[in-house]
């Protein structure tokens, strides 16, 4: 499920494309505050503290994403 936030003073939307995405557990395991294993391995994007203090962070593990699988919008 996408999640849309704030920041910059516009409108950024987190999403897994769970087409490509290995369950690789790299993003979770990086960034529980954001991403959580759904059950089976994919990530579901969740933002448990606000956002704007872990941009630099999401953006990294995107990049690092092996599938490229963590869309920012
Ligand atoms: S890092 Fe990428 S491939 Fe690995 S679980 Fe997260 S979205 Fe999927």
Known sequence: MPQ???HNGRSVEVKIDIDTC????LCY???PQ???DRGDGIPLVV???PIE???EELIQIA???PSNSILIL
Do not use: I
């Open 4 to 6: 849309r936030f704030h």
């Open 22 to 25: 290995t369950a690789c557990q």
């Open 29 to 31: 395991d990086r960034l």
């Open 34 to 36: 954001v991403f959580t």
């Open 47 to 49: 933002f448990k503290v």
């Open 53 to 55: 203090n872990l941009m």
């Open 63 to 65: 990049e690092d994403c």
